[in-house]
Nanobody, 124 residues
Framework: QVQLVESGGGLVQAGGSLRLSCAAS????????MGWFRQAPGKVREFVAT????????YYADSVKGRFTISRDNAKNTVYLQMNSLKPEDTAVYYC?????????????????WGQGTQVTVSS
């Protein structure tokens, strides 16, 4: 089992940057593909980015491609989401999630473990 705790959210102006972190407990972090999802007020949760166990491959939603970068440090049991050129439409609660069997999945239901989320607010 993996427990996930996100941090790094906050309020930022449009065009600014934030880096989210997700710290995982347990020794099996490197066994999981990791993903970031987000949920804006009144909307369904949506896929943002994912990274494979080794960190060698990544996949992004079109809405964030070229602006966001997912990375991981298996020695620190942590996955990151660097968010640049932020837009007001990026405002949401951001969740990290762990998935054990299907690399580079964008499907929410394939992720087994979830963090509690961290709020990102982008002002115009």
């Amino acid at each position: 089992q993996v427990q996930l705790v996100e941090s790094g959210g906050g309020l930022v102006q449009a065009g600014g940057s934030l880096r989210l972190s997700c710290a995982a407990s347990g020794r099996t972090f490197r066994s999981y593909n990791m993903g970031w999802f987000r949920q804006a007020p009144g909307k369904v949760r949506e896929f943002v980015a994912t990274i494979t166990r080794s960190g060698s491959s990544t996949y992004y939603a079109d809405s964030v491609k070229g602006r966001f970068t997912i990375s991981r440090d298996n020695a620190k049991n942590t996955v990151y989401l660097q968010m640049n050129s932020l837009k007001p439409e990026d405002t949401a609660v951001y969740y990290c999630a762990a998935e054990g069997t299907r690399p580079l999945s964008s499907r929410e239901y394939e992720y087994d473990y979830w963090g509690q989320g961290t709020q990102v607010t982008v002002s115009s």
